[in-house]
């Protein structure tokens, strides 16, 4: 089969995402590009992964991508399924989960994140959902995947307001409140993928995906952002990882217009 | 002299005198045991407590089966602390509509993920406050009418208080359990912390850690969807059950809607989630009454519904004209087209 020649940004931010899991992961899953990476990874080179959705659902095989991250699908193909307590006190506290995977609206360059608001906490101008599960799944997960799209406009300077917890102000600032786990490993965005440096733990760009410069990155980033001293190039979606993406989100819309 | 002259005048004593001394004895003894018996009559087996325990929740007789009117009117009550709970999954629709056309007003709403039934009760007004962890439409978006009211208050002014899910879902819990807080490895190097007052922290009394804290969460009423109940008013629910049993365990009163009442519960695992009758308040038959969101083995989660809610509740105007069509001018019967799959 010949490589496929287009993807979109956002295919590519989620095979990226997917390549970063292991068949051994116990995943914790956020819903939107963390659903769709993790259920991939699942499709493809990782088929023995545990995904967990908060909703209680353990080693689920959904079909389709959830809209939410309590959908029947998600309950009808998982091992088991416990309640939200359960959830959270034994599995998620208790130190089961290998990754947790996190979106949001606003990013940090310590890969703090923010989906509580935009402006004032008391007075937003913009009122988001809030954090959910991810101020536990940031500091109980024994390592945190990040996936967003990079922009000035979510990748910011300071955040308004700090949702769940990534490096804090850089070095020790974990170790300081207590916390053993790795926090944020990985971000991986539509155009590249940022590490923390290993003294400064500031997100620093480690690979550059395909068809994408330097200038681009530092253009969508709200800090002067830096890149490590081996930047490598991120090998483009293979023709299976993008046939099984589409594949999945066709079977996912055919299900909402109520064509399955 | 003055003084001594006195002593000289004073009068004999007359002999009742010290016969009213003796009867006033007599009369206290007696008033003493009087209330003595009185007491231990009223106050049988009570002992002064130094501790706060949980106040007493008098178990119902039997969940009544009522019509769904009715069983909203005598659960949720104007001004209640309430939760219409459901994580995704058996969202009690139905009796939150019910609650909406009741015009009950001055609501708490409880919810770990408020979705549409939120912004819905909260578009009409008829909340105060919402105590939540994660507000928004799955998937989709914002709740503009949440937005709406705690950004413009219209149609009032809405406050918030603001946890994290395991906060929320260690509240419920310990309300279910009667523990005045709950301890969990939480919030930390996160910002709610900071905003929101009641989360405080506790030290460990055997490692030193210091842990989080927040208020075990107890309701007024708790309202929730489930598959069936037998004619007793037992409900068994299942597939993800979220937080149900434990809000329904830590409310004063609860309700449950349900697809459907059957003689017996039928074939069950063991550990079935199955909450007796003498926990619930009040049950009513609504099949369908969990749509847009679903109940498992009957009809799946209406997801295109919550993708055309994005545009009607964008706008006033939308919004109000889609609750006066789809709520006010309709009644739970509405429901049962959606009951088949």
Known sequence: ?260 | MQPMLASFEQPARHWTQGLDRRFALLWALLWALLWALISRLAFAGRCDNTGATRERIQPVPMAKILPLADAVEEVVRDGDKVAFEGFTHLIPYAAGHEAIRQQRKDLTLVRMTPDLLYDQLIGVGAALKMIFSWGGNPGVGSLHRFRDAYEQGWPRPLEIEEHSHAAMANAYEAGAAGLPFAVFRGYRGAELASVNPSIKSVTCPYTGEQLATVPAMKLDSAVVHAQRADREGNVMLEGIVGVQKEAVLAAKRALVTVEEIVDDLGLRSYNACVLPHWTITAVAYVPGGAHPSYAQGHYKRDNAFYEAWDPIARERDTFTAWVKENILEKGPEAFARFART
């Open chain 1, 1 to 260: 089969m010949a490589a496929p020649s287009t993807w979109t940004p956002t295919e590519m931010m989620t095979i990226v995402a997917a390549r970063a899991l292991k068949s051994s992961d116990v995943c914790f899953v956020g819903i939107g590009a963390p659903s769709a990476a993790c259920n991939l990874a699942r499709l493809t080179h990782a088929p023995g992964i545990t995904l967990i959705y908060e909703s209680g659902t353990i080693a689920t095989k959904p079909n389709l991508l959830p809209l939410s991250i309590g959908d029947g699908e998600l309950c009808e193909t998982a091992l088991t399924t416990v309640s939200v307590p359960e959830m959270f006190r034994y599995w998620l506290q208790g130190g089961r989960i290998t990754v947790g995977f996190l979106g949001g609206a606003q990013i940090d360059r310590f890969a703090n994140l923010n989906t509580t608001v935009v402006g004032p906490y008391n007075r937003p101008k913009v009122r988001l959902p809030g954090g959910g599960g991810a101020p536990e799944i940031a500091t109980s997960c024994q390592e945190v995947f990040i996936t967003m799209a990079q922009s000035k406009r979510s990748f910011v300077a300071k955040l308004d307001f700090i949702t769940s917890l990534g490096h804090g102000e850089g070095k020790c600032s974990r170790e300081r409140l207590g916390i053993a786990t790795k926090g944020p490993t990985r971000l991986i965005t539509d155009l590249s993928v940022l590490e923390p440096d290993a003294e400064t733990r500031e997100m620093t760009v480690v690979s550059i995906h395909p068809g994408v410069t330097r200038e681009r990155i530092a253009d969508a980033t709200g800090w002067p952002v830096k890149f490590a001293a081996k930047v490598a190039d991120t090998p483009p979606p293979t023709v299976e990882e993008l046939t099984v993406l589409r594949d999945l989100h066709a079977r996912t819309r055919a299900a909402i217009e109520g064509k399955a």
